[in-house]
């Protein structure tokens, strides 16, 4: 009878112990637990045991018991899930939810928006403070990158860069992702884009490729309003044919980025300055586009609205982008005349709010 009350001691001692361990080890992973890592990235390499895992989390404070969470792990739960990643992890935080979140294996992505109408220059600076982790991590270094037109060659083998062949969209890449790599999804995303049948049209309207893609990066700094990119697309047309400069001041603003001079305003010596690339003063298309281009752009290009119109300036009234259309120059020196009157009031009410600031 004593042997028989020993080992009923021993088993209520073993119940109570065990009661009390699974209270501590469910408490443990199940209490909510507040650490200073919230706004930083947890790295999880490729290849870490669940020990390492596990107790890197418990070093970096994001978890506060490295014994309770791997004994858990092994009679609960499943390592072999747990996968590498960057993780950010909230505050205050369950252990519990930390292995949840560590069976995602998430990569941090940092997302990259190209606008319609960026040049080079723009994309360039946009990738650099983007990504100023990986090399190489300055603009210039990035533009230098962009001067590899092999990925372009078959479309485009006169192209010196790959301005307008950069695809405007939004991406999303790993954040260790390099400039190199950035440059060519952006390109890949264009040849996505461009259909073959293309090629063809521009053939058919006396164009190459190149040439498109030039037309359509012109249409895509003058409007933004998708209706009216085809009539844009006349204008170039029948300028062209008439030989008449072509007059798109956005191409001064792409010389004085070349140059390294812009500032934000056009300046009477950018309006003048003897470059391929001034439609003021050059009759002719530019030697290459001037900025990113969209599928409606180069569509506008490809297929222009039929018209007489050889000029167009802002719609004033409407003010949302538009233009007037004229085809002749008396037509357009009025509506001119009106742009500068409203321009000369914007003007005015501008400086009075600074002045009341």
Known sequence: MKLVKIIFILLAALVVIGA???????????SPHDHDKADQFVVIEKGSTPKQIIGKLAEEGIIPSYTATLIYLRIFGDSSKLQAGEYQFAS?????????????GETQTTRLTIPEGFTRFDIAKRIAEKFPQNPPADDLAILTLMDDVSLIKDIAPTASNLEGYMYPSTYNFPRETDAKDIIKTLVEQFRKIWKPEWASAAQSAGRTPHEIVTIASLIETE???????????????????????????????YIAKMMGRWDGTINRSD???????????????????????????????????PSDYLFYVRNVEAN????????????????????????EKERREKRAEQINQ
């Open 320 to 343: 949302d982008g538009s233009h007037w259309f004229y085809a002749s120059a008396a037509e357009f020196e009025r509506g001119k005349a009106k742009y500068q009157q409203w321009l």
């Open 271 to 305: 309006l003048n300055v003897d470059s391929p690339y001034n439609t003021r003063i050059k009759i002719g298309l530019p030697p290459g586009p001037i900025s990113s281009v969209s599928e409606s752009a180069i569509k506008a290009a490809l297929f222009p609205s």
């Open 20 to 30: 009390g361990m699974s209270y501590w080890l469910f408490n443990s992973i199940n």
């Open 223 to 253: 409007t933004g309003v998708e209706d009216e990119r085809p009539i844009v697309a006349g204008v170039v047309k029948n300028r062209l044919a008439r030989n008449m400069p072509l007059g798109i001041d956005q191409t001064n603003v």
């Open 92 to 104: 205050p935080i369950t252990p519990l939810q930390v292995l949840k979140e560590l069976e995602k």
